[in-house]
């Protein structure tokens, strides 16, 4: 809440001096302006899953939803408007090296993506000489 809201909430007696908010409605209210809030931070996120099924939101859930150690194993989840979905690994490398392959972690979680429908991309940026970038796309 800005400063000028809580002196006003709080001139009203809606808000504690500590910054507890002493009535219900107006905590209902406050709780929902912060979830809509957060709906519009991440409407990007909620449009890509409005996309899937049911079954690719639980898979996804299921895989970047908890709190494991290290990195979630894809850069990017991806859906069109007509329907494909798609999991994404960004990877670079210079002009003489081969990219990167999937780790194993990857490998398994496109496995099971597949399964579901998703389409494994890579892309690739190369470092060429004299500050020259290529990019290419691979699918897995």
Known sequence: MCDDCFRKASEKGLVSDLG???????????????????????????????RLDESSRDF?????????????????ICADAGGNKYLVDVTSASFDERPAELSKKEMQVANKAREKG?????????????????VELAEE
């Not at 970047?64 to 290290?70: A, L, M, N, P, S």
């Not at 494994?120 to 290529?134: A, Q």
Request: proline share 3%; glycine share 4%; net charge positive.
């Open 20 to 50: 507890h908010i002493e009535n219900k409605d107006f905590y209902a209210v406050v709780k929902d302006l912060h979830r809509f809030a957060i709906l519009i931070e991440y409407y990007e996120v909620f449009e890509v899953l409005s």
């Open 60 to 76: 996804l859930n299921e895989v970047y939803g908890r709190r494991t150690k290290g990195q979630h194993p894809f850069d990017y």
């Open 118 to 134: 998703f389409k494994i991309l890579m892309p690739v940026v190369k470092f060429m000489r004299n500050w020259v970038l290529r």
